[in-house]
């Protein structure tokens, strides 16, 4: 499984949300379940909500999905020069198109909702 979000609950305890693909069914993950996503859910949340990734800010990439059909999904690490904390985010990267990075809580949010809606 793929981690793409993680929270602290009101009793103190980590929650994670991931991603897994599964027979190339993307599915969200969480402390509810799995849920399926639509078909190209993280390619439409991920083109929405995106931006290009500056080729000259350093991240650290701290894991690697593979989505199929050339598409894959980063999470990545960043300290920008003013933060104090390191943020988390994704990156989509397919042949045909420049990478788009995203806040990786935007995406676990679209990508949650899209998932509930779609059952």
Do not use: Q, W
């Not at 859910?41 to 080729?55: D, F």
């Not at 690490?77 to 943020?87: G, K, Q, T, Y």
Request: glycine residues 6%; negative net charge; contains cysteine.
């Amino acid at each position: 499984m793929f981690r793409i979000h993680e929270t602290t609950k009101d009793s103190g305890e980590l929650a994670s949300v991931f991603l897994r693909v599964d027979d190339g069914v993307v599915s969200i993950v969480d402390d509810e379940g799995a849920f399926a996503l639509p078909d190209g859910a993280i390619r439409t949340v991920m083109t929405r909500y995106g931006a290009p990734l500056e080729p000259t800010e350093r991240v650290t990439r701290i894991a690697t999905l593979d989505l199929g059909d050339g598409a894959t999904l980063h999470h990545v690490r960043h300290l920008a020069r003013f933060d104090v904390i390191a943020r988390d985010y994704l990156v989509y990267e397919t042949s045909n198109r420049e990478a788009l990075c995203v806040l990786a809580y935007n995406v676990a949010r679209a990508l949650n909702h899209l998932a509930h809606a779609a059952r």
